[in-house]
T-cell receptor
Framework: GEDVEQSLFLSVREGDSSVINCTYTDSSSTYLYWYKQEPGAGLQLLTYIFSNMDMKQDQRLTVLLNKKDKHLSLRIADTQTGDSAIYFCAEAPRGGKLIFGQGTTLQVKP | KAGVTQTPRYLIKTRGQQVTLSCSPISGHRSVSWYQQTPGQGLQFLFEYFSETQRNKGNFPGRFSGRQFSNSRSEMNVSTLELGDSALYLC????????????FGPGTRLTVL
């Protein structure tokens, strides 16, 4: 079946690293995505990883993929208060249909 | 390059009415997908259009429909509105197929009274 699971809430101190975890079920997904949503806004594509990669780094963001365990994580280095938002992971098993997790609310305390 | 635009941004309707939402994709993008976001169900896929054809459909009743025009702009329609249709409706565009990066618009906030 199609299911993506995320923890609902994460609180960190400014300057610390944040790690948001996600598990997915469909091994046919070629791409896995991380989106960010700020209050009252749409979804902002942060980064994505191909399923044949283990890791992708993009400035402060590091995505790790464990395909065997169907586990995806997003690490944000030196987390800032502006990073406070809801983070969604998503898989794309078929065409344009994205399957989203419930979203992880990241709270960054000064 | 302008991003994905959605109109209107906010809408208030009453039960039983119908509504049409519009989405203009990024210039050059030919695929448009629609999603519904609610606090209870999260983000759920409605449908995907490419070259004026519906390529993929989510699990929504027939009251939800859409179409895509030759300039790639898309509209979705909800007929006989129910209270549970209150949601943020998000449109996403991608270059060719949905497996390309999808860029989202700001959404249309629909409130059904």
């Amino acid at each position: 079946g199609e299911d993506v699971e995320q923890s609902l809430f994460l609180s960190v101190r400014e300057g610390d690293s944040s790690v948001i975890n996600c598990t997915y079920t469909d091994s046919s997904s070629t791409y896995l995505y991380w989106y960010k949503q700020e209050p009252g806004a749409g979804l902002q594509l942060l980064t994505y990883i191909f399923s044949n990669m283990d890791m992708k780094q993009d400035q402060r963001l590091t995505v790790l993929l464990n395909k065997k365990d169907k586990h995806l994580s997003l690490r944000i280095a030196d987390t800032q208060t502006g990073d406070s938002a809801i983070y969604f992971c998503a898989e794309a098993p078929r065409g344009g249909k994205l399957i989203f997790g419930q979203g992880t609310t990241l709270q960054v305390k000064p | 390059k302008a991003g994905v635009t959605q109109t209107p941004r906010y809408l208030i309707k009453t039960r039983g009415q119908q509504v049409t939402l519009s989405c203009s994709p990024i210039s050059g993008h030919r695929s448009v997908s629609w999603y519904q976001q609610t606090p209870g169900q999260g983000l759920q896929f409605l449908f995907e259009y490419f070259s004026e054809t519906q390529r993929n459909k989510g699990n929504f009743p027939g009251r939800f429909s859409g179409r895509q025009f030759s300039n790639s702009r898309s509209e979705m329609n909800v007929s006989t509105l129910e209270l549970g249709d209150s949601a943020l409706y998000l449109c996403a565009s991608s270059l060719v197929t949905g497996k390309d990066e999808q860029f989202f618009g700001p959404g249309t906030r629909l409130t059904v009274l």
